[in-house]
């Protein structure tokens, strides 16, 4: 559905690009993931060193060095500040869409949007490698 006034939107980012913090606290699969993790949205970036991808299937120079790349939290921030968008939710959802098998895309799917729509989310950006 088309959002009317996305000076009123609440959008939220949800990343299949595997990007987590250094370490991958959740232990998300680099393939064939059966699981998502919510991680907290930085205030103005999400800064290389804090922040890297666990993705099978590409090559992480580029986001290890750049995590925004795939969750380019300056920019949606700087259209809440504008007032083009209503509100930037907090967190965004991660995980790896590489050899992740049908089903359990679909389950993470689901269990994304029920979170989503528990908070009232009109829109996601989606990243993905």
Not at 123 to 128: F, I, K, Q, Y
């Amino acid at each position: 559905l088309a959002i009317e006034d996305t000076a009123k939107a609440r959008i939220a980012f949800v990343c299949t690009g595997g990007i987590v913090p250094i370490g991958n606290p959740d232990r998300i699969s680099s393939a064939g993931a059966v699981r998502f993790a919510a991680y907290p949205l930085p205030e103005d970036e999400l800064k290389a060193g804090e922040w890297e991808s666990i993705h099978g299937g590409y090559d992480h120079k580029y986001a290890n060095s750049d995590p925004m790349v795939f969750v380019p939290v300056d920019a949606m921030r700087r259209l809440e500040r504008e007032g083009e968008i209503g509100y930037l939710h907090p967190q965004f959802y991660s995980t790896t869409g590489n050899l992740t098998n049908l089903k359990d895309a679909r389950r993470m799917a689901n269990e994304i949007a029920e979170l989503l729509k528990k908070d009232q989310i009109q829109a996601v950006v989606l990243t993905s490698a």
